[in-house]
T-cell receptor, first 112, second 115 residues
Framework: DVKVTQSSRYLVKRTGEKVFLECVQDMDHENMFWYRQDPGLGLRLIYFSYDVKMKEKGDIPEGYSVSREKKERFSLILESASTNQTSMYLC???????????FGQGTRLTVV | GENVEQHPSTLSVQEGDSAVIKCTYSDSASNYFPWYKQELGKRPQLIIDIRSNVGEKKDQRIAVTLNKTAKHFSLHITETQPEDSAVYFCAASRGRAGGYQKVTFGTGTKLQVIP
């Protein structure tokens, strides 16, 4: 079974803090994604990566950055957390183009 | 970039009836269209997908149709059961050589099946 694991299930951070969300997949997938999920807005793509050190902006990259130093790990960084970044964050990975995406369990981030 | 619209946002059906969820996409380069089901408190999971060279695909009680010309695709669930109650997401994906894949999701449909 493919396993996509996010480092935290719940996280509470203060405004202005630098926040790291970690995601690890164990199936040698090429692609990794970060989405945020908000009621009524669905899953919005923040950043994605199709190879080590390769990354592309998604639809809502402002206020976020990412890092992919190793194939299995994809990190989402909130440079200076703000309350409007309170959300559920979902990581996903896929083997190649046109393949199923497997999701992590999600990290519910609250910024106070 | 790609824009995926999904309707309706909520859908209530009686057990045994059919449910239809519709999506449109904007990027003609999209060539893979998966549907995900997310049960309460759980992660989204793939239930069916269709590629751009196919017009229809069926798997037991669920089917997906694709109209490339009109850029829309639909999910059909027949003989609905209470366990079909969940949020359903459509998505449009485009890829290129080297494994690159960008997956854009719709806003979701909350399906309630009433026993």
């Amino acid at each position: 079974d493919v396993k996509v694991t996010q480092s935290s299930r719940y996280l509470v951070k203060r405004t202005g803090e630098k926040v790291f969300l970690e995601c690890v997949q164990d199936m040698d997938h090429e692609n990794m994604f970060w989405y945020r999920q908000d009621p009524g807005l669905g899953l919005r793509l923040i950043y994605f990566s199709y190879d080590v050190k390769m990354k592309e902006k998604g639809d809502i990259p402002e206020g976020y950055s990412v890092s992919r130093e190793k194939k299995e790990r994809f990190s989402l960084i909130l440079e200076s957390a703000s309350t409007n970044q309170t959300s559920m964050y979902l990581c996903a990975s896929s083997l190649r183009a046109g393949a199923e995406a497997f999701f992590g369990q999600g990290t519910r981030l609250t910024v106070v | 970039g790609e824009n995926v619209e999904q309707h309706p946002s909520t859908l209530s059906v009686q057990e045994g009836d059919s449910a239809v969820i519709k999506c449109t996409y904007s990027d003609s380069a999209s060539n893979y269209f998966p549907w995900y089901k997310q049960e309460l408190g759980k992660r989204p999971q793939l239930i069916i997908d269709i590629r751009s060279n196919v017009g229809e695909k069926k798997d037991q009680r669920i089917a997906v149709t694709l109209n490339k010309t009109a850029k829309h695709f639909s999910l059909h669930i027949t003989e609905t059961q209470p366990e079909d109650s969940a949020v359903y997401f459509c998505a449009a994906s485009r890829g290129r050589a080297g494994g690159y894949q960008k997956v854009t999701f719709g806003t979701g449909t909350k399906l309630q099946v009433i026993p």
